[in-house]
Every structure is written in structure tokens, then in C-alpha cells.
């Protein structure tokens, strides 16, 4: 191991859950000092997309993320040494595997057809044609599929198939998406193919992803030093390159509370930098408005990562991500319910307890609406008699089925209603309405991660001849891994300290690989057959 670089300062452009995981590696294994950290953040508020806030009046987190067992192995070697916030004994880790012992993902309806009929989600309706489909482009090279599309590999019938409504809804793919990137999906999670119609390998937090990862994460960092900078907006990076071809970060041009401000790296410092992000420019509606859908980048992570890219070939091509918002947004929304009459339906319907049941999808919705019923609470300091369900809608330029218009033009009000319309419980619309606060959500870039692409459009974590810069977040490439995950952050993160510091002695866990298992490939054998 490097000597414990004790005179050294390091830059982390972002407050995401890529450099948060940065700043914990740089302290656990590099023995980095902590007051030499420096989380450059341009909101008043880390943890980047794995969001949660709000009050009784009205919660909201914009996504939530499925944690998986086998193939998250860079998160749980992270969360293995950061203790909860309510017992410094008991880590994260433990909290989770403890709570999904006690609350195992088992969904009974997983999906919901017309006239509210519970589907045999576990007839995934493949036929011949579909599975040799689904061979040839586990087989052919990432070289091979280039930036060609879901929908240049798979008929027609693939698409109208139980499994791929639930594939698709799970992991939030569009036809249009990245072939690439869905074959590093079925690679990665093929043992989540024989459970998909239960979503039986799913592990979920005890709260909110932003309540049970991020403030626990945030708490320790700040415990040992780490300085969080809010209000801070990196705009540029000033490189130098040696004869040697070493290339050096060496100043940071930023905005602090809007005014101009530098930060200069000396050849012992570092700079980690995210690019771009998927929730750049989300926007928020309300009961009685439809949130806005933005599309003039006004946030900075995009704009960085321009600038950047047009300083070296290497740096990546934005644009590829971030060039259509239309292939790229979707909308979600969190109904806040103080009457637990919805809550009761739901479970009738549905027969799971809140927490149990998963993603819940209405498979012939226009918008494509699924829906999940966390176990309460879902927020820190929740009241008992407050109640959460969050949901999302893949087409949001569709015409809904019960208000006639885009979800991207419905109020939060015109979302619960259309909503109940799924259910079947709109004889109940008028006690829920007055009982409950819906906020939807507009994120343009939301998928943007999947977006069809060349092998040069990410760049390297640790970009070629880098003397003390990395790159971080989903928008870098990291081979076989699979982004639009907190998995993918996070391993990017231990790459790039790793690499950076020379922690030679330090082993990065490997990447999961479902059918390298006999068992797990006669299991995924005998469900693509049925």
C-alpha cells in the first residue's frame, strides 16, 4: 500500500453516492486525512439521485433503487463498515439483510392486466423465435452491436411478452435503448430470470435510499473530517501535460454561491470528477400542476462534462447521452396517503403487505404505469398514520386511459386518478383525493445511461496517461458492468482510488457472473423454457 498520502488534498466534484463512496474508500483504505476532502456539491444537499425528503404534508423521492444480492458486491463491501444511525454497532449491511429477512420480497401480482386481472406473470410467454433472439445477442460482441437498439435485435412479439414487460419495467428500458447495455443487464442479472415474475431477489432498505444509505454514509464521512461544500458549481478543469505524456488536473474553476472562485492542485492533490447526471434538471409538480419539462440543461453536471470532453478525445461525447430528451425522460410520483383506505385496497388486491410485494405493473396502461407500496415508514420520522406509494410511467406522451391526456400534462390529482382507474377503485377517488398529496416528478435524463452508444462515448475511470484525476459516476466505462445502478457508482469509485493511490494490496470485488453457476444456469435454463 502507498504511503498514506497525509499532505494531500482531494477535489470531489458532486455530492452523489460516487463521490461520497470516493471520499469513504480514500479514508478507509488510503488512511486519507479526512479534512483533506473536499465534496464540491452545487445543491444544499448531498446524496445526488438517492433523494428522499418531505413531510407528512407531502413526501417525494424521485426513484427508488432495487438492491440485489449477488451482484452488488462493491456497495455491500461499502456499507459493511458504516454504521446505522441508530445503532453504531449494527452497520448498514447488516440492516438491510436483517430487514429483508423480515420483509422478503415475494410480489403476487406483478402484473395487472385489464378489468384488474392479476396475470400468470410467471408464464413469460417466450416462444423459439424470442429465445434465439435473446441467444444471438448474449453471444455477439459488444464490438459487433455498436450503438444499434433493443429493437434492431428482437420481432414484434418479444415486445408484447410478459417477460419483457417485466424486465422492461424493472430496470426501466425502452425498445429504443442500448443493445449493449441491455446484454450487460441479462449477463449480469440472469439469476433474477427464474424470480422475475416475484422479484423475489430484490433488496430493499429499511427507509428511503437517501434516509438508510446516504445520511448514514454522509454522517460517517463528517464524523472524520470531510468537508461538504454547498452551493458550489465546478464549471471547469485546467490540465497540464508533461513530456512524458503524464497528464495533470491543476486548477478547478468553479462558482461558490454564484461568485467566481479557484481551487489550485498542487502534484500531490487529486481531482474526482462526475460527469453529467440523470436527474440534471428534474422538475417537481403538485397536486394541482403538472411538473416542467426542462430542456435547456440548466444544471451544471452537464454542462461540466461538455467542456471537459471538448479538451481531449478521450473525455467522452456527451451528447450521445444527453442529445434527446424525448428517448431519455420518463416521470415519476410519490402519493402521500393519511388515510389508509388505499393501502387496504391495494392489499386486497394485490395480497401482499406493504413492503413484500414489489413492482406492481398495469401491463396494457398507455403510460405504462407501475406502481410499489413501501413498508412503513419510508421516511425518517414518519408519522404512524402516514403512508407512502411511489410509482412511475414510461410513456409519458401517451393519452391515459382515465384522463385523456399525456401523463407529462397531468397534475398530480390527474395522476391519482388515473391511477385508481388501473385499480379498479374508482369508487373510492373522492375520499382518497381529499386524503392524499401526490408530487410527480419530470427527470429528462433519466435513462440517458442507456442510451445507444460506441465504445468511445464513455471514458475510462482512470483516463490514459492520468497522473491525479478520475473520472465518476454512471457515465463512465467500466467493462462488463452495468450502469443505472448504485453497484456501477460505486465500483467506479473504487476504481479510480484505487488506481489513483496505487492501492495495490486492495482487491475490487468481482463482477457477478449468474451463469458461470451450474445451478443458477439450469435454473434460468428451465425459465426461459416454460
Known amino acids: 500500500m502507498a504511503d498514506a498520502p497525509h499532505s494531500s488534498h482531494a477535489y470531489l466534484v458532486g455530492g452523489g453516492i460516487a463521490s461520497l463512496a470516493t ?51 462493491c456497495l455491500w463491501n461499502l456499507l459493511e463498515t458504516i454504521p446505522t444511525l441508530t445503532d453504531e454497532t449494527v452497520s448498514v449491511r447488516e440492516e438491510i439483510t436483517e430487514f429483508n429477512a423480515k420483509w422478503p420480497t415475494d410480489a403476487k401480482a406483478r402484473l395487472i392486466g385489464h378489468g384488474t386481472t392479476i396475470l400468470n406473470a410467471a408464464d413469460y410467454g417466450l416462444d423459439t423465435r424470442d429465445r434465439l433472439e435473446l441467444t444471438r445477442l448474449l453471444v455477439l460482441p459488444e464490438a459487433v452491436i455498436g450503438a444499434r437498439r433493443i429493437e434492431d435485435f428482437f420481432s414484434p412479439h418479444f415486445f408484447s411478452t410478459n417477460f419483457w414487460t417485466m424486465w422492461r419495467t424493472t430496470f426501466a428500458f425502452q425498445n429504443w435503448h442500448s443493445a449493449i447495455e441491455l446484454k ?4 449480469r442479472f440472469m439469476q433474477e430470470f427464474p424470480r422475475m415474475h416475484t422479484l423475489a431477489g430484490v433488496r430493499r432498505t429499511r427507509l428511503n435510499q437517501f434516509d438508510s444509505i446516504i445520511r448514514p454514509l454522509r454522517t460517517w464521512l463528517e464524523a472524520r473530517g470531510v468537508v461538504f461544500e454547498y452551493g458550489v458549481r465546478v464549471t471547469d478543469v485546467a490540465f497540464t501535460t508533461d513530456e512524458d505524456g503524464l497528464r495533470r488536473a491543476r486548477r478547478l474553476h468553479l462558482e461558490r454561491d454564484g461568485q467566481p472562485d479557484t481551487y489550485e492542485l498542487t502534484t500531490d492533490d487529486y481531482a474526482f470528477l462526475t460527469l453529467g447526471s440523470m436527474t440534471a434538471d428534474a422538475a417537481y409538480g403538485s397536486d394541482d400542476s403538472a411538473p416542467e419539462l426542462v430542456r435547456d440543461k440548466r444544471d451544471g453536471g452537464w454542462r461540466l462534462w461538455e467542456t471537459l470532453a471538448a479538451k481531449a478525445d478521450d473525455f467522452g461525447r456527451p451528447t450521445a447521452f444527453n442529445g434527446n430528451v424525448d428517448e431519455a425522460k420518463w416521470e415519476s410520483f410519490t402519493l402521500t396517503l393519511r388515510d389508509p383506505l388505499l393501502l387496504h385496497r391495494i392489499e386486497e388486491l394485490s395480497g401482499n403487505l406493504p413492503g413484500t410485494g414489489a413492482l406492481m405493473t398495469f401491463k396494457d396502461s398507455n403510460w405504462l404505469m407501475s406502481v410499489v407500496v413501501p413498508h412503513a415508514p419510508h421516511f425518517d420520522g414518519q408519522p404512524d398514520d402516514v403512508y407512502t406509494v411511489w410509482g412511475y410511467g414510461l410513456f409519458t406522451d401517451r393519452d391515459g386511459d382515465f384522463v385523456g ?4 400534462e397531468a397534475t398530480g390529482r390527474e395522476i391519482l386518478t388515473e391511477l385508481l382507474g388501473h385499480l379498479g377503485m374508482s369508487d373510492i377517488e373522492e375520499q382518497v383525493a381529499a386524503t392524499t398529496t401526490v408530487i410527480p416528478v419530470m427527470m429528462p435524463y433519466i435513462t440517458s445511461q442507456f442510451a445507444p452508444r ?21 457515465f463512465t466505462e467500466i467493462p462488463e458492468d452495468v450502469v443505472f445502478t448504485v453497484e456501477y457508482s460505486v465500483r467506479g469509485a473504487m476504481h479510480a482510488v484505487y488506481g489513483l493511490l496505487g492501492l495495490d494490496d486492495r482487491e475490487i470485488p468481482g463482477i457477478h457472473h449468474a451463469l458461470a453457476d451450474p445451478a443458477t444456469a439450469f435454473d434460468v435454463l428451465k425459465a426461459a423454457l416454460a
Do not use: C, W
Open 454 to 474: 460506441t465504445t468511445h462515448d464513455r471514458p475510462q475511470v482512470i483516463p490514459r496517461g492520468s497522473a491525479n484525476f478520475a473520472f465518476l459516476g454512471q
Open 405 to 408: 391526456k399525456p401523463m407529462a
Open 184 to 187: 450487460r443487464y441479462l449477463l
Open 23 to 73: 471520499a469513504a474508500f480514500l479514508v478507509r483504505d488510503a488512511e486519507f486525512p479526512g479534512e483533506h476532502i473536499h465534496v464540491l456539491e452545487e445543491l444544499p444537499v448531498a446524496g445526488g439521485s438517492m433523494d428522499g425528503s418531505g413531510e407528512p404534508a407531502g413526501y417525494v423521492t424521485r426513484g427508488g433503487r432495487m438492491l440485489e444480492e449477488e451482484a452488488y458486491t
